[in-house]
């Protein structure tokens, strides 16, 4: 009998279980210093250190500036 393998989604993430935000993290992990984003996910570093704990809300709050921020560095 095999396992049944399922995608994750954006609704479902292992870190914080069902309804929690994705993480943006692409694995592109520099720190530009001009800007003090990462070239991957553009949060801070005080952003992606404090992910893992930060609630939903919290979550979603850093992923609404991230577009902003892409669109800033062209």
């Known amino acids: 009998m095999s396992a049944k ?21 692409i694995n592109v992990c520099r720190m530009d210093a001009r800007s003090g984003f990462c070239e991957g996910c553009f949060r801070t570093i005080d952003e992606i250190a404090c992910w893992s704990g930060a609630t939903r809300e919290e979550k979603l709050a850093v992923l609404a500036k991230l577009e902003a921020r892409k669109r800033a560095a062209g």
């Open 5 to 25: 393998i399922v995608p994750l989604t954006p609704a479902l993430s292992p870190a914080g279980g069902e309804g929690d935000a994705a993480s943006p993290c």
